[in-house]
């Protein structure tokens, strides 16, 4: 049973460019959970998502940020006309149920880097 | 607003030294604790977590860590380390909501 995985691992966009991370869950899982950490700051929580529903999106940004889980597919979080302080690792986290205590798996992230 | 402070940013010990990680939090209601560690290149794994019952609660690799509720704290321990324990460390808690609040973290620093 594969882990949760993100992808690109690195990825790297001019200031104004739009950046795309997925996330693929893990087998069974349907709740995912998208973190933030930027440089020397612990991880920050974004958003919450379920399939094709948003569950609680109070910690992502009100502009340009995004974020959609399909029914089919991989979460995607999507930064717009990202600027350098959008630097940082964006991680995913997924669960089967509804309380991200219990069993949540991480990925291994993916770093972001505008320049 | 919650919070969650890990006052050790980088540790440095020799193999066999004891460790002991800060956590505290500032909520004062129910709440669950975790300890994840993020080794180099990896994704975070659960090291531990405490939801009620006895307070001190082992974990894999040898860990182990306390809930002290007078002082909301929940410090890491170890009694000796490996190299193989040079990592990250993260504590983090949740009020009983749906979202993880996590604190800066600790990279620890194993010298053989």
């Known amino acids: 049973n594969a882990g949760v995985m993100q992808n690109p691992r690195h990825l790297v966009r001019r200031r104004g460019q739009e950046a795309r991370l997925r996330c693929s869950p893990m087998?069974?899982?349907?709740?995912v959970y998208w973190y933030r950490q930027l440089p020397e700051e612990g991880l920050k929580f974004m958003v919450y998502?379920?399939?094709?529903?948003?569950?609680?999106e109070s910690g992502m940004p009100k502009e340009r940020f995004s974020a959609e889980f399909p029914k089919e597919g991989p979460s995607i979080l999507r930064i717009q006309q990202v600027v350098r302080g959008d630097s940082a690792a964006y991680f995913c986290?997924?669960?089967?149920?509804?309380?991200?205590?219990?069993?949540?798996?991480f990925g291994q992230g993916t770093r972001l880097t505008v320049v | 607003a919650q919070s969650v402070s890990q006052h050790n940013h980088h540790v440095i010990l020799s193999e066999a030294a004891s460790l002991e990680l800060g956590c505290n939090y500032s909520?004062?209601?129910?709440?669950?604790l975790f300890w994840y560690v993020q080794y180099p290149g990896q994704h975070l794994q659960l090291l531990l977590k405490?939801?009620?019952?006895?307070?001190l609660v082992k974990g894999i690799k040898g860990f182990e860590a306390e809930f002290i509720k007078s002082k909301f704290s929940f410090n890491l321990r170890k009694p000796s380390v490996q190299w193989s324990d040079t990592a990250e460390y993260f504590c983090?808690?949740?009020?009983?909501?749906?979202?993880?609040?996590f604190g800066t973290g600790t990279r620890l620093q194993v010298f053989p």
């Open positions: 986290a997924s669960s089967p149920g509804d309380r991200i205590n219990t069993e949540a798996f």
């Open positions: 087998k069974g899982h349907s709740h």
């Open positions: 998502l379920q399939k094709e529903n948003i569950i609680d």
């Open positions: 909520y004062g209601g129910t709440v669950n």
């Open positions: 405490y939801f009620s019952g006895d307070p």
């Open positions: 983090a808690v949740d009020h009983l909501t749906d979202k993880l609040i």
